[in-house]
């Protein structure tokens, strides 16, 4: 710190970047040194209005000299003849100019609003984002190039404020589910409308085949995320509503990679990584196992008061049957170290006429979980073309080939693995004497012989084009038409050989083929005109939108060989023949109008008209209006003093949206085929009609303000919103006497409201940088209303876990209250009782339940709240150094207040069907009168239900803090590079998934198996995430 | 301002008047499947519509059959917990599935549905129309007639539910005039139905015949005697129908299903399977084995015994009527045998029963006439039985009647309806599971009902 000449506004700024960040700043320049052969330049530095700029750097490249200007903007610096200038200022573009060019003394410095002049992609179009009413957030390709991701949902993770990630598993390839600003809808879907690169995509390509595991592919699966340019998540009514009837889940609009002008530049991106498993859980080794069976047996006895021991079963006791005799670590054996590599390559570039980006890429992917792979090959071309010049023409077309070598994980049907590898007795023998699997034993299949010998095979082609053109009719009018289409065919293969079934010879196979196919057509006019200060812009366009669908499937069922697996080779195709086709179609009206004052005061207004084919006759067209507004009051005149911020905006918007999503037909009734008899083909009435049927109406309110300090040094992004939910699509139940189980209507009301912070500051911006990168969103569910004829009891249960009340979250968990275990039979002194006013007595050992009706026994009136899903509020912090040639990239990601129903604890901690438990249950249990514990005694059969109740014991608090990636890297000095003609040459080693600060006790918090929204927050054993080393390169030709 | 081609604004204007195709666009009709407006338009929707009343019967019987049959009565035991022991042990809650009347209600409406637009494809009095409608109506009568049996006084409804709006909380209505409707539907599937398919189908879909049949039975249930025997009288004469000729034919009728002695069935194949294996036939798990009582019960040399359960085991663990003789739990076959609701020798009893229930010398002797050819074929000595030797036997000729009909017809869903109507059920299970209270005879109505319909209560017993 040499250098204190500061003026006062320079210290205020200085003090404020103190304060704020507890860092000072570094000036390390030095304005001395001088030798006989330099010439003295001076001059002053202005901005664009003439104003002089003081505190601008200017350096003498490639020697040690610099200085900076004074209050008046002057500087005066000896420097060699032949050298260059560089004059650096924050809020201030860099300019670089030879001595020769300063003779004039004076040197024009460019206000540098590049974050603010940033353009952002809307609806049908782009925006400054300095214009931006409503409230969007976007990441653009830089920082997905910091992370080494490989699907494009992952890369939104704790990035954007407002969006929740929620991992459903680890699995390659499996889809992730995303909310944006909290789930709207119960039955109808919460995914976002994805948008790529202006054409509403198909995402309800999810698997056909999903026996026990609820969990699809990602939709989004067909793009490499090295394609991406930008990601832009339309969180408000203001900026999605333009999408109407499909947005009220939000809008994520991606962008994909455009050449420029210029030659062609070559990039080659490649990175190898090793995934393990993040963590183990306890198991009981086989001597421990049996010693905990028989006490389970002892303690039924006393329980049952029997005076002849219970005989124990001879899977138990008889170590020398070759089938029992095992001592496996079932997790050892299935999970092992993954390996992956990726590849791509992107060639853009352009003449004056035309610009391309093409592209390709490879991903071969495998899972912690024995033989689970996914490959995935991309191929993309943009090219656009300037035909004459006021018409341009272009495509995008790309195709995507990925083959996903799946493992039923989750759930608990008998293919599923990770409960059964958790559960699975130790003493059970790997294979028989002769080295082949036992895949049946007591109900329990083996689980590495399901994921060796089974098949589930899925293969996914996609095809996707778009071919637009854009006409300039002057300087303000252009209008734009395009036609997309995308196709995907996806073909699912699934075998079980006999090995695994518990009939002799009877192995099944499956086979599924599916057709989706969207065309789109959007057409649009934009106009955008200034008249003086006045800024006019407005949109107003047409679009339609056909999606069909087919699926072709075969069961067969006792094959001849285990070989042959392809569905010839079956004895016998079995009930499952599927053939069916449905499709629908939209059309829509879309106009928007803008207006601005100086761009101080903004104003924008849209409306969507939306006509579906899904909607109720009566009801068949639906209007999405909004408005919003802005007020730049950093422009005020009041506002001069405020000189440290650079920009504030504040925003109001209010607007609605829509959710289609309902099934295809469901307003013009069903009746469905396949009601056959024999081989009389049979139709049967499946639902009534409801004309009035319609979409779910969001109304959302929504007040942001930006603010800017500093010159860009830090920003502020805060967000607060009311999202309101009505006319929710709920299948109302009907007595069954109607012959309909139930209907469709729009009843119920949700509501979400929440608060987002988003900070970004740069702390330091010399050679030494670092910048950080904060956000953190609030979100607070609430169900409004629910129809008065779907409550039992005031709620509605769904599934094993939850129930959907009004005035509770979606995602409320419902069950008994743990309360602790007697330690003495004595302390049970109300003498409470098991399931009725006889039932035995609660003793030592048992679980002492919270008895919520007081009427002196637990029975089902005794559950009660136990927890809920919703995350009180959830965020990432990102922070980037760098020095010189090395930088360093830590992202890290925290959720918290939410619960985790750990049904996979319950198995572990229940010796049901002679599951294998935890150690600590083993360690834990209640052996004799007074001891004090959370574990009960352990009962064969669990004639207590100490376990089996659905119970508080199970709820554990899903808060985490996780250490997401830590990216280290280095550039190689240009110089050295350029000698092997290289542009540029970057290494890199990274790790995902570090560490995570939790206090859940499973695998790991980032978990959710049931896809339904209705019950979110279960961990019924699903695919565990894992941490991956990864090794990467990216060479610029 | 740059040159513009100006038909280029024209091309914009034609792609913007695409808008004008946006009805056409939008007006998507289901393709694998018909929407409400689109069925019942023409006759051969209207076949496909009956046979979709027929596919919601095969759900109906597929397990139910024999809980509402015979889990309540003494011909059978269990080691399965969960609602086979309830049943048995007379501890029926509204949980267990066999108080659903779900899939009965289901059938009647897509029956109403048939009725009320069938006629509208055909021209008035159309023979194949009136048939087809015949047929709804007999399964109709047929759903009824369980719901009678099984619940007392149920919801009456004969018209299909179309739209929002219509009456969907209904109440009960009495028993005996559900029963007036049963029967009103029955003749008039008596009169339209045709006299026979000349087909498999006339084992597996209502035609005179078994219209009749169906009668029967309900006559039987309200104590009709002498239209009873008169409408018994029809089918015994009905060319259709004839005994299986020996105890290998009788075997067949149960495993092979279609046998001439077959009166109505509800059909199963390959791929559409039924609850047998799971009722009668899965190894030690399976749901029903004999019990003790009814294995003692049989005469000396009754051939049928070796048919009807598994003779190798003192404690069998299967039963082999239906999956046939010696059936094996580690062979994986399909449970795709037809379910015999109405057989030959179930009617001739019946007859035989109100013959004797209306009396005197002439009648008694007939009634047990009908009986012989079934013993005979039992090899059951003697194959007609005089009045005094069923009295000294069976008591009287009525159990002696039920009796044959216990052993006869066992497994098939008769014995506890046999109980019920002739007032047994308390005597005959009171000492097996303390069955005392008549109103205890019905069945709970399911919580899945009540809940979803304020205007049906709880039956008395349950509540």
Redesign the interface.
């Known amino acids: 710190m040499n250098y204190f000449n500061l003026n006062k506004q320079k210290l205020l700024i200085s003090f404020c970047i103190c304060i704020i960040f507890s860092i000072s700043q570094a000036f390390t320049n030095s304005a001395v040194a001088q030798t006989s052969q330099n010439v003295t330049v001076s001059g002053i530095v202005t901005d664009e209005n003439n104003v002089p700029v003081m505190g601008v750097n200017v350096v003498a490249i490639g020697e040690k000299k610099a200085c900076i200007t004074d209050s008046k903007g002057f500087f005066t610096i000896q420097v060699a003849k032949n050298r260059i200038l560089a004059f650096s200022c924050l809020g201030y573009k860099t300019k670089e100019l030879s001595v020769t060019e300063l003779s004039s003394g004076k040197v024009i410095l460019q206000e540098d609003a590049s974050l603010l002049d940033e353009l952002v992609v809307v609806g049908y179009g782009t925006k400054r984002k300095r214009d931006l009413t409503g409230s969007i957030a976007s990441i653009n390709s830089k920082e997905l190039e910091n992370s080494p991701i490989k699907d494009v949902m992952t890369a939104m993770q704790g990035k954007v404020a407002g969006v929740q990630i929620l991992s459903s598993d680890g699995a390659p390839g499996s889809s992730i589910q995303i909310r944006v600003r909290g789930a709207s809808s119960l039955n109808s879907g919460n995914t976002p409308l994805y948008v790529v690169d202006g054409i509403p995509i198909e995402t309800t390509t999810t698997s056909l085949l999903n026996v026990d595991d609820e969990h699809g592919l990602s939709p989004l699966a067909f793009l490499s995320p090295g394609d991406i340019e930008s990601i832009e998540v339309l969180k408000d009514a203001a900026s999605s509503s333009i999408y109407g009837s499909r947005a009220a889940n939000g809008v994520v609009l991606i962008t994909t990679k455009r050449g420029k002008e210029g030659r062609a530049k070559i990039s080659v991106n490649t990175s190898y990584g090793v995934s393990n498993i993040t963590r183990r859980l306890s198991v009981l080794n086989s001597k421990q196992w049996r010693e905990f069976i028989i006490e389970g047996y002892r303690n039924y006895d006393t329980h049952m008061g029997l005076t002849k021991e219970t005989a124990i079963s001879n899977t138990v006791v008889d170590s020398l049957c070759p089938l029992n005799a095992g001592d496996e670590d079932w997790q050892s054996l299935m999970y092992n170290a993954a390996y992956e590599k990726q590849f791509g390559i992107n060639i853009a570039g352009g003449t004056k006429n035309m610009r391309y980006s093409l592209s390709t890429s490879y991903l071969d992917q495998e899972g912690i979980i024995r033989n689970s792979k996914y490959k995935r090959f991309t191929s993309r071309a943009n090219t656009e073309y300037d035909a004459t010049?006021?018409?341009k023409v272009g495509t995008n077309v790309s195709y995507t080939r990925s083959t996903n070598d799946r493992i039923s994980a989750g759930g608990m049907g008998n293919r599923s693995m990770v409960v059964a590898l958790l559960t699975r007795p130790p003493t059970y023998a790997l294979s028989y004497p002769d080295g082949s699997y036992l895949g049946y034993l007591n109900g329990k299949r083996n689980p590495i012989a399901l994921a060796e010998e089974c098949l589930h095979l899925n293969t996914s082609n996609r095809v996707n084009a778009n071919e637009y053109i854009e006409?300039?009719?002057?300087d303000w009018l252009k209008?734009k038409?395009s036609l997309s289409i995308d196709f995907e065919a996806m073909k699912e293969d699934e075998f079980f050989p006999t090995t695994v079934d518990y009939?002799?010879?009877?192995n099944t196979g499956a086979v599924r083929v599916a057709e989706y196919f969207t065309w789109a057509?959007e057409?649009y006019?934009t106009y955008n005109q200034s008249f003086g200060n006045h800024h006019v812009g407005g949109l107003l366009g047409?679009s339609?939108q056909?999606w069909k669908t087919d699926v072709t499937g075969l069961n067969g069922l006792?094959f001849a060989s285990d070989d042959i697996r392809t569905l010839n080779g079956a004895g016998?195709i079995?009930?499952q023949e599927v053939?069916?086709?449905?499709?629908?179609?939209?059309?829509s009206?879309f106009g928007r109008f803008s207006y601005d004052y100086k761009g101080k005061y903004l104003f924008e207004a849209n409306l969507r008209a939306d006509?579906?084919?899904r909607f109720g006759k009566n009801n068949?067209f639906g209007y999405f209006p909004s408005a919003s507004a802005a007020w730049r009051f950093s422009d005020e005149k009041w506002f001069k003093p405020f000189k440290f911020v650079n920009d504030a905006k504040l925003r109001l918007s209010i607007g609605q949206t829509g959710n289609e999503a309902i099934d295809?037909?469901t307003s013009?009734?069903?009746?469905?085929?396949g009601?056959?008899?024999?081989?009389?083909?049979?139709?049967?009435?499946?639902q009534?009609?409801?004309a009035?049927l319609s979409w779910e109406t969001t109304t959302q309110y929504n007040l942001g303000l930006d603010l800017s300090f500093f010159y860009g040094r830090l920003d502020f992004i805060f967000d607060a919103y009311i999202k309101n939910t009505s006319d929710l699509l709920y299948d109302v139940?009907?007595?069954?006497?109607?012959?309909?189980?139930s209907?469709i209507n729009n009843v119920g009301e949700i509501q979400n409201k929440g608060l987002e912070f988003s900070v970004n500051t740069k702390n330091f911006v010399k050679e030494f940088k670092w910048s950080t990168n904060f956000n953190i969103s609030f979100n607070s569910n609430k169900v409004l209303s629910l129809p008065k004829?779907v409550l039992?009891n005031g709620y509605i249960q769904n599934g094993s876990f939850h129930i959907l009340k009004e005035g509770e979250p979606v995602g409320t968990f419902f069950g008994y209250k743990y309360k602790g275990i007697y330690a003495y039979d004595t302390d049970n002194a109300n003498q409470l009782k098991h399931l009725t006013s006889t039932g035995k007595v609660f003793k030592g050992g048992d679980v002492i339940w919270e008895d919520i009706d007081k009427n002196g026994y637990i029975d089902q009136n005794d559950r009660t709240i136990i927890g809920n899903a919703q995350p009180l509020f959830t965020g990432g912090l990102t922070n980037e150094f760098s020095y010189k040639n090395f930088s360093l990239n830590l992202f890290l990601q925290f959720c918290y207040g939410n619960d985790i129903y750990n049904n996979v604890d319950y198995y572990r901690n229940s010796i049901f069907s002679y599951n294998n438990v935890s150690t600590e249950f083993y360690y834990n249990a209640w052996r004799k009168q007074g001891d004090i514990t959370e574990y009960p005694k352990v009962v064969r059969n669990d004639p207590m239900q100490n376990e089996a109740r659905v119970q508080s014991r199970w709820v554990e608090d899903g808060s985490y803090l996780k250490v997401k990636t830590l990216t280290f890297a280095y550039d190689f000095p240009r110089k050295m590079i350029e000698k092997i003609k290289l542009q540029n040459l970057r290494l890199y080693v990274s790790g995902s998934n570090l560490l995570t600060f939790t206090n859940y006790s499973g695998y790991d918090p980032d978990v959710n198996t049931l896809s339904s929204s209705l019950r979110q927050g279960v961990d019924y054993g699903s695919y565990p995430q894992s941490r991956t080393f990864m090794f990467g390169l990216n060479i610029g030709f | 301002m740059k040159k513009i081609n100006y038909n280029i604004f024209i091309l914009g204007l034609a792609l913007l008047s695409l808008s004008s195709c946006v009805n056409s666009l939008l007006d998507k009709k289901p393709i694998s499947s018909f929407s409400a407006e689109s069925f019942y338009k023409n006759q051969d929707q209207a076949k496909a519509g009956v046979y979709g009343i027929y596919n919601s019967l095969q759900s109906t019987m597929h397990t139910n059959f024999s809980f509402w049959g015979e889990g309540r009565a003494d011909n059978v035991k269990t080691k399965h917990a969960g609602e086979p022991t309830f049943l048995l042990n007379n501890t029926l809650t509204a949980s267990i599935s066999s108080a659903d009347w779900t899939n009965l209600y289901t059938t009647i409406s897509r029956a109403n549905y048939a009725i009320k637009n069938i006629p509208g494809v055909f021209s008035e009095g159309d023979a194949t129309g009136n048939q087809l409608v015949g047929q709804a109506k007999a399964i109709r009568a047929l759903s009824y007639f369980y719901l009678v049996r099984i619940w007392g006084d149920v919801p009456l409804i004969l018209e299909p539910y179309t739209q929002a709006g219509q009456d969907i909380f209904v109440s009960r209505t009495n028993s005996e005039l559900v029963l007036d409707q049963v029967e009103a539907d029955l003749k008039f599937a008596v009169v339209n139905c045709v006299e026979k398919f000349n087909s498999t189908n006339d084992r597996i879909m209502f035609n005179k015949g078994s219209a009749n049949a169906l009668l029967v039975q309900v006559y039987m249930w309200r104590k009709k005697y002498t239209e009873a025997i008169a409408a018994a009288d029809l089918v015994i004469s009905n060319p259709l129908y004839s005994l299986a000729v020996d105890m290998v034919a009788w075997g067949k009728m149960f495993s092979d299903s279609y046998s001439n002695e077959s009166i109505f069935e509800v059909g199963y194949n390959e791929t559409q399977t039924n609850g047998l294996r799971v009722l009668y036939a899965i190894g030690s798990d399976s749901h029903y084995t004999p019990s003790l009582n009814f294995m003692a019960s049989f005469e000396a040399g009754d051939l049928r015994r070796a048919y009807i359960y598994d003779v190798t085991q003192a404690d069998p663990k299967a039963i082999w009527k239906y999956l046939g003789k010696g059936v094996s739990d580690q062979i994986a076959t399909t449970s795709k045998q037809n379910i015999i609701l109405i057989r030959l020798a179930d009617i001739m009893m019946l007859k035989a029963e109100a013959l004797n229930k209306m009396g005197g010398t002439t009648n008694v002797t007939n009634a047990l006439k009908l009986l012989e050819p079934i013993r005979k074929r039992a090899g059951i000595t003697p194959n007609l039985l005089t009045e005094a030797q069923a009295i000294s036997m069976y008591g009287s000729v009525e159990n002696a009647i039920l009796h044959e009909r216990s052993i006869e017809l066992c497994y098939e869903g008769h014995r506890w309806f046999d109980l019920v109507r002739t007032g047994k059920a308390i005597s005959t299970m009171g000492p097996i599971n303390g069955l005392s209270n008549a109103k205890n005879l019905i069945w709970p109505i399911s919580t899945t009902t009540i809940d979803k319909n304020p205007n049906i209560t709880q039956n008395e017993f349950y509540r």
Do not use: C, W
């Not at chain 1, 006409?471 to 002057?474: A, D, E, Y």
């Not at chain 1, 009939?503 to 009877?506: E, N």
């Not at chain 1, 053939?579 to 059309?587: I, M, T």
């Open positions: 010049d006021y018409i006409i300039s009719f002057t209008f038409s009939r002799v010879g009877y057509n057409n006019f047409f339609q056909e006792t016998t079995s009930g053939n069916v086709a449905y499709g629908h179609a939209l059309a009206f006509g579906s084919s068949k295809n037909y013009q009734g069903t009746f469905l085929t009601k056959n008899y024999l081989t009389n083909p049979g139709v049967a009435p499946y009534m009609p409801n009035d139940p009907m007595p069954n006497t109607t012959g309909f189980a209907v004829n039992v």
